[in-house]
């Protein structure tokens, strides 16, 4: 068993407000919001195959499952497809950042598998410490060192409205009277 040492999410977290972490030049690496448009790399990780049980004269057996282990294909790629358009992926691609590439596949995989009927309580505990390790949790952000950017002028950019106030001045009520 380990002894003494910082331990993960030990203590309290730093905080990039406080004068403390000013002091000591801690700051966050601030991530596009509107994500990454680069270049998606190949999955690593070589095809899952899928097998299906049968039974015949009081035997069972496995076979390969052509059509379970395509859609799954199918998925890990979509999934692949999207996590490379989120504003982590700005951090994943950097040279400094490539040996996450397998780490960032086995998330996919296993949250392909913990979208299935048969995962476990240990896929979905191991889908979540993925997620931490590539920053795709609030937890794992921070972890990383990493924040997403909060894009000001987005709005101002695209005309939608902001959050001023109307120009009757009357606000339209959130919470409605339950009859």
């Given at each position: 068993?380990?002894?003494?040492g910082?331990?993960?999410?030990?203590g309290?977290g730093k905080?990039?407000?406080s004068?403390?972490?000013?002091?000591?030049?801690?700051?966050?690496?601030a991530?596009?919001?509107?994500?990454?448009?680069?270049?998606?790399?190949d999955?690593?990780?070589?095809?899952?195959r899928?097998?299906?049980w049968e039974?015949?004269?009081?035997?069972?057996?496995?076979?390969?499952d052509?059509?379970?282990t395509e859609?799954?294909?199918?998925?890990e790629?979509e999934?692949w497809s999207w996590?490379w358009?989120?504003?982590q992926a700005?951090?994943w691609?950097?040279?400094?950042?490539?040996w996450?590439?397998?780490?960032?596949?086995m998330?996919?995989?296993?949250f392909?598998?913990?979208?299935?009927?048969?995962?476990?309580?240990a896929?979905?505990?191991?889908?979540?410490r993925f997620?931490?390790?590539i920053g795709m949790?609030?937890?794992g952000?921070?972890?990383?060192g990493?924040k997403?950017a909060v894009?000001?002028?987005s709005?101002?950019r695209?005309?939608?409205?902001?959050?001023?106030?109307?120009?009757d001045g009357?606000?339209?009520?959130r919470?409605?009277?339950?009859?």
């Amino acid at each position: 068993m380990s002894r003494g040492g910082a331990r993960n999410r030990s203590g309290p977290g730093k905080d990039e407000a406080s004068a403390r972490s000013e002091q000591a030049g801690y700051s966050l690496t601030a991530l596009p919001a509107e994500g990454f448009a680069g270049q998606v790399p190949d999955f690593p990780l070589s095809a899952r195959r899928i097998y299906r049980w049968e039974f015949e004269d009081k035997r069972k057996f496995q076979v390969f499952d052509e059509e379970s282990t395509e859609a799954i294909t199918d998925r890990e790629a979509e999934l692949w497809s999207w996590l490379w358009t989120t504003p982590q992926a700005c951090a994943w691609s950097m040279p400094s950042e490539r040996w996450r590439l397998h780490t960032i596949a086995m998330y996919v995989r296993t949250f392909v598998i913990c979208e299935g009927d048969e995962a476990t309580a240990a896929d979905k505990g191991a889908v979540h410490r993925f997620g931490d390790q590539i920053g795709m949790t609030p937890a794992g952000l921070r972890e990383n060192g990493w924040k997403i950017a909060v894009d000001e002028l987005s709005a101002r950019r695209s005309g939608k409205p902001d959050d001023a106030a109307p120009e009757d001045g009357v606000y339209e009520p959130r919470l409605r009277d339950a009859e």
